[in-house]
Nanobody, 124 residues
Framework: QVQVVESGGGLVQAGGSLRLSCAAS????????MGWFRQAPGKERECVAA????????YYLDSVKGRFTISRDNAKNTVYLQMNSLKPEDTAVYYC?????????????????WGQGTQVTVSS
């Protein structure tokens, strides 16, 4: 079992930045691929970014490419999502998820453990 806890959400003006953190506990963190997902009201949950066990492979949603960066520190059992140039359409609850294999994917159903989410609100 892996527990994941997100932090770092909040209210920011358009053009601003936030860094989300996801602390994982339980089994060997470096064995797990990690993903960041978001869900806006009335919309389906979507994968924003994902990262393989080593950090050598990443995935980004087209609309966040060049603005968001996913990274991980296996020594700290933590994955990060640096979000720059935020837009109102980035407003959502952001979730961290762990997948019980080393390889990143954007497919929601492939992730096994989920956090409770953290709210990100971008004002115009």
């Amino acid at each position: 079992q892996v527990q994941v806890v997100e932090s770092g959400g909040g209210l920011v003006q358009a053009g601003g930045s936030l860094r989300l953190s996801c602390a994982a506990s339980g089994r060997t963190f470096s064995n797990y691929a990690m993903g960041w997902f978001r869900q806006a009201p009335g919309k389906e949950r979507e994968c924003v970014a994902a990262i393989s066990w080593s950090g050598g492979s990443t995935y980004y949603l087209d609309s966040v490419k060049g603005r968001f960066t996913i990274s991980r520190d296996n020594a700290k059992n933590t994955v990060y999502l640096q979000m720059n140039s935020l837009k109102p359409e980035d407003t959502a609850v952001y979730y961290c998820a762990a997948r019980s294999t080393p390889w990143a994917t954007r497919v929601l159903d492939k992730y096994d453990f989920w956090g409770q989410g953290t709210q990100v609100t971008v004002s115009s």
